[in-house]
């Protein structure tokens, strides 16, 4: 009994940590206002087919938030790809919020 209740929370951790990810895609700009709402944009070469939108934000008030901008930037000037990971059911449309940043080789 003991190994099946084991079993179980392990399962619901994997399903919980499981979030929406697209596919590799080129950062071609990143924009911040010195005015704004707190927030970078992120403008991607390809349209990401979990969203449907090709610009996404980063809140910079949100914990890691000045990593990803980080990671962000080293793929704008290495062009290497990135694939961005989305708040599960938090699709907005232009500018929805990246929850993290995959840097790919």
Not at 36 to 58: H, K, M, P, R, W
Not at 77 to 93: F, M
Request: glycine share 6%; net charge neutral; with cysteine.
């Amino acid at each position: 009994m003991r190994f099946f209740l084991f079993f179980i929370f392990l399962l619901k951790s994997f399903v919980v940590l499981a979030e929406p990810t697209g596919e590799r895609t080129d950062v071609i700009r990143l924009r911040a206002f010195a005015e704004g709402d707190g927030a970078i944009y992120v403008y991607v070469s390809t349209q990401n087919y979990l969203c449907e939108t090709s610009t996404f934000s980063i809140n910079l008030s949100r914990p890691g938030s000045q990593e990803m901008h980080a990671l962000l930037t080293t793929a704008l000037v290495s062009g290497k790809q990135v694939r961005l990971e989305l708040r599960d059911n938090q699709c907005n449309g232009w500018g929805t919020e990246i929850r993290s940043v995959y840097l790919e080789k």
